[in-house]
């Protein structure tokens, strides 16, 4: 037997580039591959690249820079940029750095074995197109062994919105669904090797309209026929766009016990002139209804959002008005950025905020955010609340675990009981997590 390659991957991003990692990996153990945990080690380096945030080339540029050694120890060393990235980029990559051996876009990933194969040949692989068949009905499933008892699913990927500051409609492509025997499968083989909770995955996932029995299914279809697997505990989908926010899904929350009351659903401002600028297709109002819908059915129902200060043309009596957002909603958890301009996409070319401007609203804006995480938080003490413990924690005998609402949880725990859910005491709280005791 020869013994196996070693493979390096890096993944930067979103989750579905977590998910992508791992369905690249499944496929290189497939070629001969086991995955190493330092790049110094390897023989395939992968850099799974996320294109969404400011000078997002330039940093993998220089991260391959900083590659330059390992490549001149190991002349066997062969170094792929994947992602984002490499969709936006393509050919200009190898270009500005031959020391690339290989550059794969986000839907031509099951191509990668025979890519891999060219590159052990001497040669260069290039491969960005959106090609019409299902990359994952040919990617074998993921890593052999499974780290833990959670795991993301992707179900739909590529988004048709067009919102102006975003590249991810032309790095992710159209907008396309699995079909839904394929995610049963998966899921059913998932919980076989001990994974109980499952999160959904899509650009825009709550826009899901997969290929069933009797039609397309929706998302909430989805997941009321995953809640029916045994041994599946928790189900829970990022992110969702609020104009695909339905009656169905809305309703799914209050009746589907394994669907765990957490909803990502970013606004991105609080002002509607800003909102049409940006593209959105909804008003602050159609969002804040939309919340009320949800509360309705889940009342404990823990929103998150994203948010974007200084988009072109936003005033102080915009940027005050996402402020008033915040207030009426107040978020459980969320994200919020700097606008920072995205080359090729439509808002690229309008009059920027100064850069001053930008950063005191996000200043503001992220310290009103924390206060009411903080109080959702606090909230949270003296109750009793199922955790999924997951993995071991910093300190001895700890484990960490979830709560419905996503909050991670310290307790001291049996590391035998990780992948179980443990009813645990909320002692404390901390802007990003909690402490308690098993009761
Ligand atoms: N599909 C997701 C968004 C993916 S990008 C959705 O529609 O919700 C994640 C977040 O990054 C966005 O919600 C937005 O808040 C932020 N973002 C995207 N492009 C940006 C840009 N050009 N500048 C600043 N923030 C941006
Ligand atoms: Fe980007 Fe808008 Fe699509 Fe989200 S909905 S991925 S922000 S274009
Ligand atoms: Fe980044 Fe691409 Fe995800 S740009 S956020 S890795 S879809």
Redesign the pocket.
């Known amino acids: 037997m020869t013994t196996p390659k070693k493979l390096f991957v890096k993944t930067y991003g979103c989750q579905m580039n977590v998910y992508d990692s791992e369905r690249m990996v499944g496929a290189l153990e497939a070629a001969g591959y086991e995955t190493t945990d330092t790049a110094d080690a390897a023989d395939m380096i992968l850099l799974n690249t996320c294109h969404i945030r400011e000078k997002a080339a330039e940093k993998v540029y220089s991260e391959l820079g900083r590659l330059k050694p390992l490549k001149s120890a190991n002349p066997e060393l062969k170094i792929g940029v994947t992602g984002c990235v490499a969709q936006a980029e393509g050919a200009e990559i190898m270009r500005r750095q031959p020391l690339v051996d290989l550059v794969v876009g986000p839907q031509a990933y099951h191509r990668l074995p025979q890519m891999e194969a060219r590159v052990r040949a001497g040669e260069t692989a290039l491969d960005t197109d959106f090609p019409e068949e299902d990359k994952f009905d040919h990617l074998p499933r993921g890593p052999r062994a499974r780290r833990g008892p959670t795991a993301f699913l992707t179900v739909q990927e590529g ?1 048709d ?3 102006a500051f ?1 590249v ?2 032309y790095t992710r492509g159209a907008e396309a669904s699995r079909p839904v025997a394929r995610i049963l499968d998966e899921a059913r083989d998932l919980v076989d090797r001990g994974v109980v909770e499952i999160t959904l995955l899509g ?2 996932v709550n826009a899901y309209h997969g290929v069933g029995e009797g039609g397309a299914w929706s998302l909430a279809q989805l997941i009321r026929a995953l809640a029916k697997i045994d041994g599946l505990l928790r189900i829970r989908f990022t992110t969702s ?1 609020p104009n695909d926010m339905t009656e169905d899904l809305i309703a799914a929350h209050g009746e589907v016990e394994k669907l765990m009351p957490y909803l990502h659903l970013p606004v991105q401002s609080g002002s509607d002139r800003v909102l049409t600028a940006m593209n959105r297709k909804h008003s602050a109002t159609d969002y804040l209804r939309i919340l009320q819908r949800m509360r309705a059915a889940r009342p404990d129902i823990a929103l998150s959002g994203d948010f974007i200060v200084g988009f072109p043309g936003e005033t102080d009596a915009d940027f005050d008005a996402t402020l008033a957002l915040c207030d009426q909603v107040r978020y459980a958890q969320a994200y919020s950025f700097k606008y920072s301009a995205r080359p090729g996409t439509p808002a690229a070319n309008r009059a920027e905020v100064p850069e001053d401007v930008k950063t005191d609203r996000l200043h503001r804006l992220q310290a009103v955010l924390t206060q009411h995480q903080q109080e959702f938080q606090q909230s949270m003490v003296g109750r009793d609340l199922p955790i999924l413990l997951e993995k071991p924690g910093r300190l001895p005998g700890q484990l960490v675990g979830r709560s419905p609402y996503l909050q991670p949880v310290h307790l001291q725990a049996d590391a035998a009981l990780t992948g179980t859910i443990v009813t645990t005491k909320i002692l404390g709280s901390e802007t990003n997590s909690l402490r308690g005791a098993p009761v």
Do not use: G, S, W
């Open positions: 988004c919105k067009f919102c975003c991810v409609p650009q825009n766009h």
